[in-house]
């Protein structure tokens, strides 16, 4: 069982990591190969890019990938969507925070509003009754702050474990980790088993998308990442949002007949 994406989990999937995770994630499903035309001037450091994706592929591979399927095989998918609610909602506050900062504070008060009614009526944000009420929300994180203060977002760059940022993207990582509830849970098994299972959750969610890359998986990832972001640093002013939906368009010319059984062979 795959899950096609839910109400609670789309908004802390596209925010970074992400968002969170979303893309940052999908990197461990990439190939090494490379092609000359591939090469991007947002990328100066693709040789160190490369050496980091690589072993980030390993460790999702070997492992996170393996979590992910067992979780999706025994977990309903009613929990899942609880679980992704439950993730989600924490992430309310961090909008909250930097809409306020960004000068939005319509989306503040949404955001906050929405953490308020799936917390209380939501028991404790494992029901999205928020969305059903028509409260919707663009998910914000420091990064696009910076983004909208007018910092560049600099060399594209991948992390180990954490995956595609940008210099601006990593900057922004300790506001947003101080501003997420699960930083704050002193108890360490506790805190450590609900960070694991956030990004188990999140990773299962990307088992069925994943398989539409095709070709140069490092390129691709990191060019999907790098359109999300300005993206949601312009709040959608350079056009549609190409991910919106589970239909991505895409020419066929970004595809090619390579299957992911004969990228890992390669």
Same mark, same amino acid.
């Given at each position: 069982?795959?899950?096609?994406?839910?109400?609670?989990?789309?908004?802390?999937?596209? @925010?970074?990591g992400v968002s969170l995770l979303g893309a940052i994630l999908l990197s461990g499903c990439a190939?090494?190969?490379?092609a000359q035309d591939d090469r991007s001037p947002e990328d100066p450091w693709e040789g160190f890019n490369r050496g980091v994706f690589a072993f980030n592929e390993v460790i999702d591979r070997y492992a996170l990938?393996?979590?992910?399927?067992?979780?999706?095989?025994?977990? !309903?998918? !009613?929990?899942?969507?609880?679980?992704?609610?439950? =993730?989600?909602?924490l992430g309310e506050i961090r909008t909250a925070l930097n809409s306020v900062l960004q000068g939005k504070p319509g989306n503040a008060g949404v955001?906050?509003? @929405?953490?308020?009614?799936?917390?209380?009526v939501g028991v404790g944000g494992l029901l999205d009754h928020a969305t059903a009420m028509g409260l919707t929300v663009d998910g914000e994180d420091f990064g696009q702050t910076l983004g909208v203060w007018g910092l560049d977002s600099g060399p594209?760059?991948?992390? !180990?474990?954490?995956? !595609?940022?940008?210099? @601006?993207?990593?900057?922004?990582l300790p506001v947003d980790m101080y501003t997420y509830p699960l930083t704050y849970v002193e108890d360490d098994p506790t805190r450590y088993g609900l960070t694991f299972l956030r990004v188990v959750d999140t990773r299962a969610g990307f088992l069925e998308q994943e398989e539409l890359i095709r070709g140069d998986r490092y390129s691709f990832i990191r060019d999907s990442y790098l359109q999300r972001r300005r993206y949601e640093v312009s709040d959608g002013e350079t056009g549609d949002d190409p991910f919106a939906?589970?239909? =991505?368009?895409?020419?066929?010319? $970004? =595809?090619? $007949?390579?299957?992911?059984?004969?990228?890992?062979? $390669?």
């Open positions: 069982m795959t899950r096609k994406g839910t109400p609670g989990t789309a908004v802390a999937i596209h @925010r970074w190939s090494q190969q490379t990938k393996p979590a992910a399927q067992g979780y999706d095989a025994v977990t !309903p998918e !009613p929990v899942q969507i609880g679980v992704g609610n439950f =993730f989600s909602n955001a906050s509003g @929405r953490f308020v009614i799936n917390t209380v594209y760059l991948v992390l !180990p474990l954490l995956g !595609p940022s940008t210099v @601006r993207d990593t900057a922004g939906s589970d239909d =991505f368009d895409f020419s066929d010319d $970004d =595809f090619d $007949d390579v299957d992911l059984d004969d990228a890992y062979a $390669d």
